[in-house]
């Protein structure tokens, strides 16, 4: 769900990146696209810093775009998923599948997404990835997606390599299916999204596909953040989620982007500084 035309990055925004990143250099890095995931042929981009400026074993940020679980592609973060490459995180941004129709409805989207966590676990030595230090990331459809990685753990089979990552970053992501709904007009695309991602609207299929009913004391650090004027996903879904994992004793924060609707703001600076922040944090906590 983006409705904001790409035109690149402001100079504001890169240049507050740069100040919020501290003293260390950027560093080059490589891009390899459109690389096999997952057992359904889902494409990603991934970006691989060529020196270590965050220890030899590298976090890595699995980037999820929006979209309605209906539309929208990993070219999302084309000119994002680079300034955290250059920083030393390994990136890899994906698509997954999406619904068309009565295809590739619910669960269909959590496998693919677990899949992309499988494949850094699975190939961590090789890719010089830190198993222990992956992050999900993403913007509406993805924030939700990213949430579910951090709330609930699938099995990778006959490895036993778990999909639950160690850290999530929800932009405007609706956690809970169930309440709160946006109303009026604007209502109706939240709920037409989230009913055909379920292809029903019954309650207990909500409630089983919202992050929200799955946080618990071990679930991970969490940053959120909101336009206060998003009329798609009301702001409640981030505040509400926030306040549930502070709840449970998970280290948590919450940006609210006055007047932001739901997209990126003008200003990229407005959100990439708190992420920055955030994972500076998240990367001293062992």
Not at 47 to 73: D, E, F, K, N
Not at 181 to 199: E, H, N, R, T, Y
Request: aromatic share 10%; glycine share 10%.
């Amino acid at each position: 769900m983006r409705f904001r035309a790409w035109c690149g990055l402001l100079l504001a925004g890169m240049v507050a990146w740069l100040l919020a990143a501290g003293p260390a250099r950027a560093v080059e890095f490589s891009v390899q696209r459109d690389l096999v995931y997952s057992s359904s042929g889902q494409l990603m981009d991934l970006y691989q810093p060529l020196s270590s400026p965050l220890g030899p074993a590298r976090p890595a940020i699995v980037m999820i775009h929006g979209g309605c679980w209906a539309w929208g592609s990993k070219e999302e973060y084309l000119d994002y998923a680079p300034l955290f490459a250059e920083r030393g995180f390994t990136v890899m941004a994906i698509n997954y599948r999406l619904v068309s129709g009565n295809k590739n409805q619910w669960p269909a989207q959590s496998e693919d997404v677990s899949e992309a966590v499988w494949y850094l676990r699975r190939n961590a030595e090789v890719l010089g990835v830190n198993p222990g230090k992956i992050a999900a990331m993403g913007m509406s459809a993805g924030g939700h997606l990213a949430g579910w990685l951090a709330t609930t753990e699938r099995l990778e089979p006959g490895t036993g390599l778990s999909s639950k990552v160690q850290a999530v970053i929800s932009y405007a992501g609706p956690w809970s299916l169930v309440k709160p709904m946006p109303k009026g007009v604007s209502g109706v695309v939240l709920i037409g999204c989230a009913q055909g991602l379920l292809g029903t609207w019954a309650v207990p299929a909500r409630k089983q596909a919202s992050p929200l009913e799955y946080v618990s004391a071990t679930s991970p650090p969490a940053l959120f953040i909101h336009g206060t004027a998003d009329v798609v996903v009301p702001v409640e879904q981030s505040r509400q989620a926030n306040e549930a994992l502070l709840a449970e004793g998970v280290p948590s924060w919450i940006t609210l982007l006055p007047g932001v609707g739901h997209e990126y703001p003008a200003d990229d600076s407005l959100w990439l500084v708190p992420v920055q922040r955030f994972l500076t944090w998240w990367l001293g906590v062992e």
